[in-house]
Each structure stands twice: as structure tokens, then as C-alpha cells.
């Protein structure tokens, strides 16, 4: 005998949390969706990123003294974006340092 899934809705019809098992019974949206819904999504083949909304950082290779990456390690996690802060306050501070 097969079991019988909950509902998704509630009786509030307030939308339950989802399990595993749910996300394998859905179908492509291309199965369930209405043509004109269809038309306004993204094409996107799977796992491809949209447009970025604010411009990126760089990538870049660069060498800092060992006190330097030491310090700002012990700082704790979001180090990289501190020291990312750090940088930026000091060129507010200098403008024109050449």
C-alpha cells in the first residue's frame, strides 16, 4: 500500500514546508506551467547564473606581508571582505596618494 503524502496547503491555505519527497514530485515547469508564464521566465539551460544586478569584484592574484593575512585571519570569518574595507578606507582617506 502506497503512503499517502500531506498536503501542501494547510487549512489556513498557507503553504507547508516542503520536503525532499515534494521536490521529487513535481514536474518541469514546462509540463505544469501556463504558455504565457512560460514566455516571461529566463532562458537559462540549467544551472546557468543570470545577469548580475551590481558589478562584481575582481579576481586577482596579490602577495601581503604574513602579518598581514595573519591579522586579518584572526579576525574570524568575512576576513577577506574586512580587509576588502580596510583597503577602501584608506583610499577615502588618501585621495590622491600616488
Not at 515534494?22 to 501556463?34: H, I, M, Q, W, Y
Not at 569584484?57 to 576576513?79: C, D, H, M, N, Q
Request: net charge positive; hydrophobic share 35%.
Amino acid at each position: 500500500m502506497k503512503k499517502k503524502s500531506k498536503p501542501i496547503l494547510n487549512k489556513e491555505g498557507e503553504i507547508r514546508e516542503l520536503t525532499c519527497e515534494d521536490f521529487r514530485k513535481f514536474g518541469p515547469a514546462s509540463e505544469v506551467l501556463p504558455a504565457e508564464v512560460l514566455a516571461n521566465l529566463p532562458k537559462r539551460k540549467r544551472g546557468e547564473r543570470g545577469a548580475q544586478k551590481q558589478p562584481t569584484k575582481l579576481a586577482l592574484t596579490v602577495r601581503y606581508s604574513p602579518e598581514v593575512i595573519e591579522y586579518f585571519k584572526s579576525t574570524g570569518a568575512g576576513w577577506q571582505k574586512r580587509m576588502d574595507d580596510a583597503l577602501k578606507t584608506w583610499i577615502h582617506d588618501h585621495p590622491h596618494a600616488a
